[in-house]
């Protein structure tokens, strides 16, 4: 199967930026360092819901990339899984601790995936797994227990997601199957992911998380790219 250097070369690059902004980033936010002097962001602002719902969003990439590098022997892919794995484990980590920091639950009850953005309906919501001290239930700390944002496809919580059948379809997939529906999984991940980190880049009022999310931005668009570019050498496209 033919590779393009270049194109992994530009997708790793932006990766490994990502990172390195990741590291700096968090030590910022940590020191307060922003343009107008340290400030908390609320329970229900942007910066808040971005990072709650971002961090459950990069959740489901590290567990699917997980699983098809176990489905496949395919180097290609199975690089391009574990750079996404790394980094967006890393982000997620850091957008925890921002919370941490922040002194804000991960998980709040009654708030709909997304509505930070203005997307969430007035049916949505999920059951409550904080008691509002700033726990999380679970080690996830997703809190979006039952209920989808809208656009989201059955059995996902927001756009982008996997519903549950296509995770039980990439569980049980190998080779070229895996990666195909990998990529295109990870294609749709990404377009949710890069809509959700232009939101923040509009209205999350902590400078440092403004720059994280257009830097997820510009690295996912440069991975929606080469995913592109792999499923057409495998004779397949992208969805929709």
């Not at 990172?19 to 030590?27: E, G, I, N, S």
Request: with cysteine.
């Amino acid at each position: 199967m033919s590779r393009t250097p270049r194109t992994y070369w530009v997708a790793g690059t932006a990766v490994l930026l990502a990172l390195l902004f990741a590291a700096a980033a968090t030590v910022a936010a940590a020191s307060g360092d922003s343009a107008t002097g340290p400030r908390t962001p609320g329970l229900h602002s942007a910066d808040a819901g971005f990072a709650r719902d971002m961090a459950v969003h990069h959740q489901q990439a590290v567990e699917m990339s997980f699983v098809v590098r176990d489905r496949t022997q395919d180097e290609a892919v199975r690089s391009l899984a574990y750079d996404i794995a790394n980094t967006q484990a890393n982000q997620r980590g850091m957008m925890l601790g921002w919370l941490d920091l922040w002194g804000l639950p991960k998980v709040v009850a009654g708030e709909p995936p997304m509505s930070w953005m203005g997307t969430g309906g007035e049916h949505a919501g999920h059951s409550g797994h904080t008691d509002g001290s700033g726990g999380s239930g679970g080690s996830g700390g997703s809190g979006h227990a039952e209920h989808s944002a809208p656009g989201a496809k059955p059995g996902a919580l927001m756009p982008g997601m996997a519903g549950k059948e296509e995770l039980a379809q990439l569980g049980a997939a190998s080779g070229r199957d895996a990666e195909v529906l990998y990529l295109q999984l990870m294609t749709d991940h990404h377009k949710g992911g890069v809509a959700m980190a232009e939101g923040c880049a509009r209205l999350c009022g902590t400078p440092v998380e403004r720059e994280l999310a257009q830097g997820m931005v510009d690295a996912q668009r440069s991975e929606l790219t080469l995913m592109a570019d792999m499923l057409r050498q495998r004779g397949a496209a992208p969805r929709g």
